[in-house]
């Protein structure tokens, strides 16, 4: 299964093999309860990016459908940066727009999939969106997708004590400091919902530019006598 996957996910596989044995390790040295805690979620985190690299592969050998490499390697690629580089490394406390840059680019990579899936129950269907279906779906889907996000976000914040929707006076995934007031602790959310938003116009307005582009080269060709 390992030889079906892309370059970049066995990259990935690899790194976060080494990443969870040295986490495991550095377990048996933490006698500080909520280190451990935040040690064990950075592990959970791991195991669930190691999951995240062969679910394509085995999506292909167990349902024969085959996984396009440039999304796979576009969805292993956030789901890494999201994952282990967000919160294992720490660049959301590290760095503030890391977190408005994913989500950004999690519009476009989003709309991508929604398009693909789309093209699937197209052909599947021998029936042909239009372009407006299309760019209705994409949006839609990348804002499902994303209220979904923020959900599991808002969940986990109240189960486990963490800040992944920013609502604390300091930046983090696992900072701890005084909760923001009013209207300032839903600005993370409202501001993640808006560039998923503006990603899928992104792709939405790039594909209609590119439909219409190839309308003009239809109709500028020139016909045989």
């Known amino acids: 299964m390992i030889k079906d996957m892309t ?3 066995k990259i990935a596989f690899v790194l976060c093999l ?3 044995t040295v986490g495991l390790i550095a377990m048996f040295f933490i006698d500080n309860v909520e280190m451990m805690n935040h040690a064990s979620f950075r592990l959970f985190e791991v195991i669930l990016m190691i999951i995240i690299t062969i679910v394509p592969a085995l999506l292909g050998r167990l349902t024969g459908m085959k996984v396009p490499p440039a999304i796979e390697t576009g969805l292993v690629a956030f789901c890494f940066s999201a994952l282990i580089l967000g919160d294992v490394a720490d660049f959301y406390g590290r760095f503030s727009w890391w977190d408005l840059l994913l989500h950004a680019l999690s519009g476009i990579l989003l709309g991508i999939v929604a398009c693909y899936i789309l093209d699937k129950v197209c052909e599947k269907a021998s029936a042909k969106a239009s372009p407006l279906f299309i760019a209705v779906w994409s ?5 499902a997708v994303g209220a979904l996000w923020e959900m599991m976000e808002y969940v986990t914040d109240g189960m486990l004590g963490l800040n992944s929707q920013q609502f604390l006076e300091s ?3 696992f900072d701890e400091s005084i909760p923001l007031p009013g209207r300032e602790a839903l600005r993370d ?3 993640d919902m808006l560039l998923n938003l503006t990603g899928a116009l992104i792709l939405t307005a790039a594909m209609a530019f590119r439909r219409v582009k190839e309308n003009q080269k239809m109709h500028t060709r020139p016909t045989g006598r």
Do not use: A, R
């Not at 949006?139 to 804002?143: D, G, I, R, T």
């Open 7 to 9: 370059i970049l996910s």
């Open 139 to 143: 949006v839609c889907f990348v804002l």
């Open 189 to 191: 959310t409202m501001e």
């Open 171 to 173: 930046g983090g995934t």
């Open 18 to 20: 080494i990443i969870l």
